[in-house]
């Protein structure tokens, strides 16, 4: 839900807004802890030695993996931090720093966490089954489903596809470069109606940044798309995105640490405190508990490591979405970036250093920073973090560089 914090810049106004109301009617733990990130700091240093585990099958022993995770609960500043792994060996979890700043638990290898936009995949896989089912037509005009739906101030649903959507080239604006922060934090229970987010974004002019660019011919991350996305599901099924997601993964799956929260404001489970930084010397703040519908269908789901590691294994092996569609799904293009990104529907792709390229996708959200990304040939590897906003451009290369560590040190000694 929250953008990322150098592509896209939503985050650090949202951390502004934490400082600005100094966490106050936040629920959970009290407004504001009075530990200080530099405190944070120097306990998770002293948990970082005893809170690696290992389960199942095999043990994650790399000494780069490792060394990340160090530094992503010390020098970079997040409290707790956590790497599932996934291979043809078995599964395996590391963890380092705290789970909770005020009674040091260590963070647990199995733990829930809010996924942030993680969620996107998940959606776009269930648009994609329809499409499958030919019920729905990824070139057909958003319109011809959400009729009246998207017009005004230069946006057209008319001329913008399903696939657009998916893709983030409809040009729509994102409602979160809209959305008052103070609006969410001051009543962070309160139900958000997704039909009055999407308005909210659509009072604005499309984002093209080229004169007379037309819907299809830019990249732009806009969380609004996987919000009508949703609203689409609903439409053609006659059931809420959640529960044809519950319904289409989650249990075929058994992905029981997965869940679509609606307006439940806890997570289930062992999980992480989620804290949010306001400046960079600031104490946290403790924001675990809010109403996800802020967020709805662009990044309000919450899973596990070792779930969201099967869910990202059976997409790119094809066990959810028939070969036409999955390969629609892999038809990528740049995001304009330097370090080899690009967006195909739903999911990106990245190179690796140890050859090859992963698919998977990142998140932010209140409280919890996320990847994950799997393999062609059956490597997969999520990492958290429990602090956004307010983690630190170092945090955001250390979790995009422990995925690749995972995926790396899991790859098998003969294919080096």
């Known amino acids: 839900m929250i953008k990322h914090k150098r592509a896209r810049g939503g985050a650090a106004t949202l951390a502004v807004a934490v400082s600005v109301l100094g966490g106050t009617n936040l629920p959970g733990h009290a407004a504001t802890t009075a530990t200080t990130a530099t405190a944070t700091t120097t306990a998770a240093t002293a948990a970082t030695a005893k809170a690696a585990t290992a389960q199942s099958s095999h043990t994650l022993d790399g000494a780069r993996l490792r060394a990340i995770m160090h530094r992503l609960t010390t020098a970079d500043g997040a409290p707790g931090a956590l790497v599932a792994t996934r291979d043809r060996r078995g599964r395996a979890a590391l963890t380092s720093g705290v789970a909770d700043v005020d009674s040091r638990a260590p963070v647990r290898g199995d733990s829930l966490f809010r996924i942030g936009s993680m969620t996107k995949p998940f959606v776009a896989t269930v648009v994609l089954q329809l499409v499958g089912q030919r019920l729905v037509d990824l070139d057909a005009p958003v319109e011809r489903y959400l009729p009246g739906v998207v017009r005004g101030h230069g946006n057209d649903g008319r001329v913008i596809t399903v696939r657009m959507l998916l893709q983030h080239t409809s040009g729509l604006p994102d409602y979160l470069d809209h959305l008052s922060p103070q609006d969410i934090l001051e009543d962070p229970l309160a139900h958000h109606d997704t039909r009055d987010l999407v308005n909210l974004a659509l ?51 058994d992905l029981d640490d997965t869940s679509v929260p609606g307006d439940a404001t806890s997570i289930p489970g062992p999980h992480p405190r989620g804290y949010a930084r306001p400046g960079e010397d600031a104490p946290l703040i403790d924001i675990t508990e809010f109403n996800p519908s802020v967020a709805g269908a662009s990044g309000e789901m919450i899973s596990s490591g070792d779930d969201l590691n099967r869910f990202l294994d059976a997409l790119v092996r094809g066990e959810l979405l028939r070969p036409a569609q999955l390969k629609a799904m892999m038809r990528t293009r740049p995001t304009g970036g330097d370090d080899g990104r690009e967006y195909g529907l739903g999911l990106e792709s990245r190179p690796l250093p140890c050859g090859g390229l992963y698919w998977g996708h990142g998140g932010d959200i209140f409280g919890y920073q996320t990847a994950g990304g799997a393999t062609a040939d059956g490597r997969q590897a999520t990492v958290m973090a429990n602090v956004d906003p307010g983690g630190t451009d170092a945090q955001d290369d250390d979790i995009e560089a422990a995925v690749r560590a995972g995926l790396c040190e899991a790859r098998p000694a003969h294919s080096r």
């Open 203 to 253: 009072a604005h002019p499309p984002t093209f940044e080229k004169p007379g660019a037309q819907p299809g011919s830019e990249w732009h991350y806009s969380n609004t798309n996987y919000l009508l996305a949703g609203m689409l599901i609903e439409k053609v099924t006659g059931h809420s995105y959640g529960d044809e997601i519950e319904r289409r993964i989650i249990e075929p799956l």
